[in-house]
Structure formats: C-alpha cells, structure tokens
C-alpha cells in the first residue's frame, strides 16, 4: 500500500496532495462557522499565510489549518480578507529589497495555488448543487496579475455561480470561447492602462459573439487608474462589487447569497 502511494506521489507533486487536502478540509470543515469579524486580518494567520507563500513547508499548513480552527476563522475570510492582504505583504517586501522577483514570483503563485485548490474544494463541497448561472472571466493577453481574478472565481463559486475563467485571452480566442459554450455574463478583468485598447476589443468580441445579449462586466485595477473606462471600451458595466455585477446580470439571486 505505502509502494502504491510513494508511486503515485512520483506523478503528483507532494506539495499538491497536501496543498488539495488543507483546502478540503477547511472548506468542509470551517467555512461559516466565525462570528461576525471587522474586516480586519488575524495578524497569525496572516503570518503562517506568508510563511507559506515563502517556503512552500507542509509544516506550516497544518499549522495554518490548526490556528483556523482554533479561531473559528471561515474560508471565505482567507479568501476575501488574509490572502490579499498577504499579497500585499509579500510586495512590500519586494519593495523593501527583502525578497528578489523571482522570490516574490514564487511566493505569489503558492498563494495562486491555494486559491485555486480552495475554489477546487468549495466546486467539490457544492457538486450535487445544479447551477443556473454560468460566466466566463476572462484575463487578457498581457496581464500578469491574476491574483486578485482568482479571489473573483472563487467568490463567484461559493455562491453557486459557474465560472470558466481563462486566461492570456484575445479576441479572437474570446470568440472560440463563446460559441463553444452558454454564459449568462462575460467578465473581464483588467489591471494595465496599456490593455485598455485590447480590453476594447475584447468587450467589441462578445458583443459581436451569438450571446450578445449577455451582459459584459469590467473589474478590476483599471477602472481605479483610469476614467470613463465604460465609455472607453463599451463594457455595460464598470464594476468591482461582486453583488452590483450580479445584479447588472440579472442574477439577484445570487446576490442575495451574498448577503
């Protein structure tokens, strides 16, 4: 049995297996169950988060789960609250000189990593839940920022939301991608002024595809660097709010979820 699992582990990374496993049992185990928080992040939580981001020691997630635990701290605050927050931590240091790029680099994408392993584990938590609401999000060609679309997805799943999302999209690619599938919205995330044009052409893309009718929304650092981004690129609409998205989908439903 050990010769069996010691093979497959030579397939699989073993920072993967320990990684999938930390996010299924927070999700099933943790998620909901805090009292109300401020908003504020748990300073040891968000400590252990860096440390793992720097070292990628299995060590450190059961410490991580253990601390979650003990302070009733929900999945979804990791996600909405500590992991940005660590992201953040993590650029200062670059700033500072404490970390070099490729450092930071990887340090980022353990954080990517979990992220995506949590969104893995509230999909699996939620399986025998049939989703009406389908959207593709989408991250342009020259974003390397995809932190903070990753933290969208998995916001999006936990309420019961299908989401595609795809990345180093153009528009041609967008195009495949809809006439592939049925989506209730398009969702573009955009964090560089120099994809504004490409962001243009992107929204151009999915009004000209079969399902024009569904609503185009544009998230993210842009419309924070950039005015009258709706009229720029003819998104339908200019928004960061996970519920005013919703809504502007016709997807109240979900929005309530949220509340």
């Known amino acids: 049995m ?70 009733r701290i929900s999945a979804e605050d990791v996600v909405d609250v500590h992991i940005p927050d660590a992201a953040r931590s993590l ?34 938590d939620h399986a025998e839940t049939s989703s009406e ?8 060609q020259r974003e390397q920022h995809t932190l903070g679309t990753l933290i969208v997805a998995q916001q999006l799943r936990r309420l019961g939301v299908s989401v595609n999302m795809q990345l180093m999209v153009s528009p041609a690619k967008l195009t495949v991608l809809l006439a592939e599938s049925t989506y ?31 609503p185009v929304v544009l998230g993210g650092a842009l419309p924070g660097v950039q005015n009258n981004v709706r009229e720029l690129t003819g998104a339908d609409v200019v928004t960061n709010d996970i519920g005013q998205a919703l809504d502007a989908c016709d997807l109240r439903a979900y929005n309530r979820a949220a509340q």
């Open 184 to 214: 209730d919205a398009v969702f573009i995330s955009v964090a560089n002024r120099s994809n504004l044009e490409l962001c243009k052409e992107l929204v151009a893309s999915a009004k000209r595809s079969i399902f024009r009718d569904s």
């Open 2 to 71: 050990t010769g069996m699992l010691d093979s497959s582990l030579t397939r699989r990374d073993r920072g993967d297996v320990d990684l999938e496993r930390f996010a299924m049992r927070v999700v099933a185990g943790i998620a909901g169950k805090h009292p109300d928080r401020s908003g504020e992040p748990d300073k040891d939580l968000l400590r252990l988060l860096v440390r793992h981001a720097r070292t990628g020691d299995p060590v450190v997630l059961r410490a991580l789960f253990g601390h979650l635990e003990r302070e």
């Open 133 to 140: 609401a389908r959207v593709i999000l989408v991250v342009p």
């Open 91 to 124: 650029g200062a240091s670059w700033h500072a000189g404490d970390l070099d790029i490729l450092e930071t680099t990887l340090a980022i994408s353990r954080l990517q990593a979990l992220l995506r392993e949590l969104g893995r584990a509230w999909s699996a």
